[in-house]
C-alpha cells in the first residue's frame, strides 16, 4: 500500500460524505437491521476502526480512541468529516513512521479492550484491515441510501474520472 492507493481512498469516501451532506436528520439517522443501524452510526464506526487501530494500537496517540453512543448521537456530518481528517493524519504518520517497519509485530492488548488479552499485528496489517473495514461498511451505506430512495453516486476507483485520480 502506498499513499497514492490511500488518497484513492479518502476520494470514494468523500463522494459518500458529500452525498451525506444532503440528508435530511431522518434519512441519516434512520436505523435499519444491518450495520451500524444507520448511516451516521456506520460512518462513526467506519472512522473510529482507523482511529482505534492505527491511532492508539499501533501509534499510542489516544487511549480512548472511541466515541460513546451519547457522543454519536449528537454528531452531523461536519463532525465525522473531521473525524475522519484526523484518522488520514494517523495514516500519514504510520506511513512516515513505519516506512521501514511495515511487517514488524506490534504485541500489546488495545486500550479500548480492557482485559481482553494482547494481539500481535504489524502496522501493514491494521492499515490494510482499516481500508477493507471501510469499504465493507461504505457498502452497507450505498444499500442503506438506495433503502432510503437516493441514488447513491459512484464511488468506485475504477469508474472514476483520471482527472480525479490524479489530484
Same mark, same amino acid.
Given at each position: 500500500?502506498?499513499?497514492?492507493?490511500?488518497?484513492?481512498?479518502?476520494?470514494?469516501?468523500?463522494?459518500?460524505?458529500?452525498?451525506?451532506? *444532503?440528508?435530511?436528520?431522518?434519512? =441519516? @439517522? /434512520? %436505523?435499519?437491521?444491518?450495520?451500524? +443501524?444507520?448511516?451516521?452510526?456506520?460512518?462513526?464506526?467506519?472512522?473510529?476502526?482507523?482511529?482505534?487501530?492505527?491511532?492508539?494500537?499501533?501509534?499510542? *496517540?489516544?487511549?480512548?480512541?472511541? =466515541? @460513546? /453512543? %451519547?457522543?454519536?448521537?449528537?454528531? +452531523?456530518?461536519?463532525?465525522?468529516?473531521?473525524?475522519?481528517?484526523?484518522?488520514?493524519?494517523?495514516?500519514?504518520?504510520?506511513?512516515?513512521?513505519?516506512?521501514?517497519?511495515?511487517?514488524?509485530?506490534?504485541? /500489546? %492488548?488495545?486500550?479500548?479492550?480492557?482485559?481482553?488479552?494482547?494481539?500481535?499485528?504489524?502496522?501493514?496489517?491494521?492499515?490494510?484491515?482499516?481500508?477493507?473495514?471501510?469499504?465493507?461498511?461504505?457498502?452497507?451505506?450505498?444499500?442503506?441510501?438506495?433503502?432510503?430512495?437516493?441514488?447513491?453516486?459512484?464511488?468506485?476507483?475504477?469508474?472514476?474520472?483520471?482527472?480525479?485520480?490524479?489530484?
Amino acid at each position: 500500500m502506498e499513499k497514492l492507493e490511500y488518497e484513492w481512498v479518502k476520494q470514494a469516501r468523500q463522494i459518500l460524505l458529500n452525498q451525506c451532506k *444532503e440528508l435530511n436528520e431522518d434519512d =441519516f @439517522t /434512520k %436505523e435499519f437491521e444491518f450495520g451500524f +443501524q444507520s448511516i451516521r452510526d456506520s460512518l462513526v464506526h467506519v472512522a473510529g476502526c482507523y482511529h482505534a487501530w492505527l491511532g492508539s494500537f499501533i501509534l499510542s *496517540e489516544t487511549s480512548s480512541p472511541l =466515541f @460513546t /453512543k %451519547e457522543v454519536i448521537n449528537n454528531m +452531523q456530518v461536519d463532525d465525522i468529516q473531521r473525524y475522519f481528517q484526523q484518522a488520514d493524519r494517523y495514516v500519514e504518520k504510520v506511513f512516515e513512521q513505519f516506512t521501514d517497519k511495515f511487517d514488524e509485530v506490534i504485541e /500489546k %492488548e488495545p486500550s479500548w479492550k480492557a482485559n481482553s488479552g494482547f494481539i500481535k499485528k504489524t502496522p501493514r496489517q491494521l492499515l490494510i484491515h482499516s481500508i477493507t473495514h471501510e469499504s465493507h461498511h461504505k457498502g452497507q451505506i450505498v444499500a442503506m441510501l438506495r433503502l432510503l430512495g437516493h441514488i447513491p453516486k459512484s464511488t468506485d476507483i475504477v469508474g472514476l474520472p483520471a482527472k480525479e485520480l490524479a489530484k
